[in-house]
């Protein structure tokens, strides 16, 4: 490891991988009460579930993102981080405040909640994603800005790259775009159409080019690529990222009141999204056939040629499958957006989370060249249990998502209301909880190869 600061990167890391662990565990409990609507009731309500499983979501893709860069831009700036003291504090803020918060979900009714930390002062709660307490909102606030203070004081001071500038770029948007999250009008159009603007703007916008920034890095230190071919990508990548990223937002808006042109404008957009995609896909293995060393640790250009493909499929195929609002008019809110949420947030976020991790961590524990063969070995098993189940899960809820459809959204042939079509899905359910189960065996066998130690030398 070249500089000492990078060592703030791991507790980012390991506590990014525990809030995985919670996430995963709050979706086998919901996959549960999707067959059983009484598992864990009263204790664990489906409502609560729903909102810890998609809260440690988000949380634990921002302390991975914020490992990342107090990992890479040290390195890319050639000089020390600004203050890895105040990185160090952010941290335990920020994780102070995401535990303080998912135990209110918990353990403080919804509504008491809201009464307990003022909301009533400043109205922000109650919408999904962004259920987070306001004063937990204004803690997020703090804890991004002092994150951006330190990374962009170092990127002022040190070399400049196109990948500090495009992740920093990345990282100003991210904290722009959510101060949206304390703008709640009372129309529900407009509150909805600048919803958009946080959850939208993040997955599909400013967080592929921090994706973008990272994926480059990991690149160049495992490929050995010359960093100019790759910047060359890299530009590419993000300016059809950022065209088609922020005009897709619009297909968000075809049946919440707006007017009829955000059919087209959201449809031909769409049509574009996947395209950055693809170039990822074409990137990754670009770089890794164009190699000029042969790394030994495998496992992180297997995760960084795994999160293109992933990312593609995720975000890519199944984005567009039900995204034209001819389509969309009929699959908008069924179980095909939660495929297309699942593979994507996995295939595109938690993929290349397992990628920088898997590249930073064993150096941080002075293994240079990776984990031994054996760790690998062990970590490979996790990658492709991790993949195949979710790639299940996937299509599970593909194929219930369209049966909702055939069931419920087609009066002429009888449809039936929500909760009798639920029902009828009990059997796909529980095809999507065995596959849920394997993400989770996967996850704990990729724990597992960071305790595998290198065989005794005969």
């Not at 995985?20 to 409502?47: T, V």
């Not at 009533?120 to 962004?130: Q, V």
């Not at 075809?254 to 955000?262: K, S």
Request: proline share 4%; net charge neutral.
């Amino acid at each position: 490891m070249k500089y000492s600061s990078q060592m703030v990167a791991k507790p980012y890391f390991i506590f990014a991988l525990i809030l995985l662990a919670g996430e995963i565990l709050f979706g086998i409990i919901m996959g549960l009460q999707y067959i059983d609507g009484g598992f864990l009731f009263p204790e664990i309500p489906f409502n609560v579930a729903r909102m810890v499983h998609t809260n440690l979501l988000i949380v634990l893709i921002l302390f991975g993102f914020m490992g990342a860069t107090f990992y890479l831009v040290p390195e890319e700036s050639e000089r020390e981080l600004w203050s890895p003291k105040l990185a160090i504090i952010t941290f335990w803020v920020f994780a102070a405040a995401g535990v303080a918060t998912i135990l209110g979900y918990l353990f403080v009714p919804y509504a008491t909640l809201a009464e307990l930390t003022y909301n009533e002062l400043l109205p922000t709660m109650g919408r999904e994603f962004l259920e987070q307490p306001t004063i937990t909102k204004i803690g997020i606030v703090i804890v991004v800005l002092a994150f951006i203070l330190n990374v962009g004081m170092t990127v002022i001071k040190g070399r400049k790259t196109v990948i500090t500038v495009v992740l920093l770029t990345g990282l100003v948007g991210l904290a722009v775009f959510f101060l949206f999250a304390f703008y709640l009008p009372e129309n529900l159009v407009l509150d909805k159409f600048f919803w958009w603007y946080v959850v939208h703007l993040w997955v599909e916008g400013v967080w592929e080019l921090i994706l973008g920034a990272i994926l480059s890095f990991v690149l160049i230190k495992v490929t050995g690529v010359d960093r100019e071919h790759i910047d060359k990508w890299l530009y590419l990548i993000i300016a059809m990222t950022l065209v088609s990223g922020i005009v897709g937002t619009g297909h968000h808006y075809f049946f919440i009141g707006t007017p009829e042109y955000w059919l087209w404008i959201g449809s031909i957009a769409s049509a574009i999204e996947p395209l950055p995609f693809f170039l990822m896909v074409l990137y990754a293995f670009s770089m890794a056939a164009k190699r000029k060393i042969d790394h030994d640790n495998k496992m992180a250009l297997t995760w960084a040629k795994g999160t293109a493909v992933m990312a593609f499929l995720g975000a890519g195929v199944w984005g567009f499958l039900h995204t034209l609002a001819p389509v969309n008019y009929f699959t908008h809110g069924t179980q095909l957006t939660a495929a297309h949420g699942h593979l994507a947030f996995f295939g595109a976020y938690i993929m290349i989370l397992f990628t920088i991790i898997s590249y930073a961590m064993p150096i941080m524990r002075g293994r240079m060249g990776g984990n031994c063969a054996k760790a690998q070995s062990v970590e490979l098993k996790g990658f492709w249990l991790m993949v195949i189940g979710m790639l299940g899960v996937t299509l599970a809820l593909t194929v219930a998502g369209v049966w909702q459809i055939m069931l419920q959204r087609f009066p002429d042939s009888g449809a039936l209301s929500f909760m009798d079509t639920q029902a009828q899905l009990i059997p796909v359910y529980k095809v999507r909880l065995i596959f849920g189960l394997m993400v989770l065996v996967g996850l704990l066998t990729y724990f597992y190869s960071f305790f595998v130690k290198e065989p005794a030398k005969a």
